[in-house]
């Protein structure tokens, strides 16, 4: 007795059809399979996910075998991915799928009994939490004295640009300076853009931001012991002062990381208005 498959098999030879033997999915069968549903061609994939003619057609042809995060997110935005189609495209190419980002308010809402005691014990001193896109999750009040305006603007790379941080910060080309090259280490550290894209486009409004972006590639990865000092105004007494600045990575909160930033008074320093 011939089982089932094999009965099959000879019945579609005997009719004049060619077999040809099954194969399993591939990351370069999906993406071409993708490609072809949305009429879209190669080269405008390539296009939109920023990469060369020659990887997409070495990425369909199963020669590349495991393409980076950053390259995955980019096609699935390109070819408009539900969240499915994203997952299976991360599982073909054996990357992990980035969990993802929380939002700020999630954030909050996340924050330990712990975590929001450590802002309140650091007074009179200067403590908050910011997310990865430099979004403020929480502050003590003399960090919100310090930075009058943050919490509205609710961005400190946004805020850096507003007359109220022109009015405090005293040194604000300097500090400019340092966020634009942490910015830059921070996008080329991350596989996922899209808050990128979105954060620059808001800074895009500056021109002051367009002119500082185009003629400064530096990129740092955090402020650094060289660089402790930030030299404010007090907005209520006019009065300039020094604060030790200490940047970090903090405990996470629902998984996900905060950074945190201490800046301790100096006592007995007086900084100098220009």
């Given at each position: ?182 910015l830059r280490g921070r996008l080329a550290m991350s596989p996922n853009t899209d808050w990128a894209d979105e954060l620059l486009g808001a800074l895009e409004a ?20 060289a660089d402790p000092f930030m030299t404010l105004l007090d907005p209520v007494t006019r009065q300039p002062y020094l604060v030790r600045v200490n940047e970090f990575v903090t405990g996470k909160c629902g998984g996900y990381a ?17």
């Open positions: 007795m011939h089982n089932d498959s094999s009965a099959s098999k000879q019945f579609a030879i005997e009719m004049g059809a060619r077999v040809r033997p099954l194969s399993r999915p591939t990351l370069g069968r999906y993406i071409r399979a993708a490609r072809r549903r949305t009429k879209m061609s190669m080269n405008r994939l390539a296009e939109l996910a920023q990469v060369s003619l020659s990887y997409v057609v070495q990425l369909e042809h199963g020669d590349k075998k495991k393409p980076s995060t950053g390259v995955l997110e980019a096609i699935a935005r390109a070819l408009e991915l539900d969240e499915d189609g994203r997952w299976a495209l991360f599982q073909l190419a054996g990357v992990e799928v980035p969990a993802p980002t929380p939002t700020v308010e999630e954030l909050r809402h996340g924050l330990t009994p712990n975590q929001r005691y450590t802002l309140i014990r650091a007074e009179p001193h200067l403590a908050a939490y910011f997310d990865s896109r430099w979004n403020l999750v929480a502050h003590n009040s003399a960090h919100e004295r310090a930075f009058p305006g943050l919490a509205e603007v609710g961005n400190e790379q946004l805020w850096m640009f507003t007359d109220e941080a022109r009015d405090v910060l005293l040194d604000r080309d300097h500090e400019i300076a340092i966020r634009i090259a942490c500056y021109p002051e931001f367009r002119r500082r972006w185009s003629r400064d590639e530096r990129m740092a990865f955090g402020r650094g012991p905060l950074h945190g930033f201490i800046g301790c008074k100096e006592v007995g320093h007086h900084a100098e208005v220009a």
